[in-house]
């Protein structure tokens, strides 16, 4: 699998957009982007993944670049629960069962 | 419908202990996971199940053994528990990869000290 570059920490308004940044410069046709985030020390939470077009949910959307070397989470409007780590995860998309390799993630963090 | 669920939440063991960790899905979901989380640290994959009757090693398997007992559950068991495993252990599941909403769903945690 691909692997993901993040910055190691950001911080966002309560109430703003926050736009979470994530660089896979090495990813292969076949491998989906996903996000996850822990929020203190729970298990991981799937947020949205894609492959090369965008991807809206209720929680959040993606926005994938053109040529797929990287990638964006928005959380529309942050509130203080959004507060967590954030990974972004290069995985392959085929049959069979493969690993999902979890880096250190970005802490986000929501100000009030 | 539970999801993923791990016993026990915590535990403390001494060295040279052994103990089970429990994990059971009620998704139906055909692949299974144990992964470690040390403070300040992203998950590690210790072992996996991708169907039922088949195990193999991810990233750290050394000290541990699994059993996938059944579709439903995947256990992880420590035979001589040394400090360095205390961690956080996480059991996922991940049912058919090719669907487009499938997503790996994680237990809640294990609590591990040894001391």
């Known amino acids: 699998d691909a692997k993901t570059t993040q910055p190691t920490s950001m911080d966002c308004a309560e109430g703003r957009a926050a736009n979470l940044p994530c660089n896979h410069s090495?990813?292969?046709?076949?491998?989906?982007v996903y996000w996850y985030r822990q929020i203190h020390s729970q298990g991981p939470q799937y947020i949205i993944h894609g492959l090369k077009n965008n991807e809206t949910n209720e929680m959040a959307s993606l926005i994938i670049t053109e040529d797929r070397k990287s990638s964006t989470l928005i959380l529309p409007h942050a509130t203080l629960r959004d507060t967590a780590v954030y990974y972004c995860i290069v995985s392959y998309s085929g049959a069979g069962s493969y690993q999902l390799t979890f880096g250190k993630g970005t802490k986000l963090s929501v100000i009030p | 419908n539970a999801g993923v669920t791990q016993t026990p939440k915590f535990q403390v063991l001494k060295t040279g202990q052994s103990m089970t960790l429990q994990c059971a899905q009620d998704?139906?979901?055909?692949?299974m996971y144990w992964y470690r989380q040390d403070p300040g640290m992203g998950l590690r994959l210790i072992y996996y199940?991708?169907?039922?009757?088949?195990?193999d090693k991810g990233e750290v398997p050394n000290g541990y053994n699994v059993s996938r007992l059944n579709k439903r559950e995947f256990s992880l068991r420590l035979e001589s528990a040394a400090p360095s495993q205390t961690s956080v252990y996480f059991c996922?599941?991940?049912?058919?990869?090719?669907?487009?909403?499938?997503?790996?769903?994680f237990g809640p945690g294990t609590r591990l000290t040894v001391l």
């Open positions: 996922a599941s991940w049912g058919d990869r090719r669907a487009r909403a499938d997503t790996q769903y």
């Open positions: 199940s991708a169907s039922e009757g088949t195990t």
């Open positions: 090495t990813i292969s046709g076949n491998e989906y």
């Open positions: 998704m139906n979901h055909n692949s």
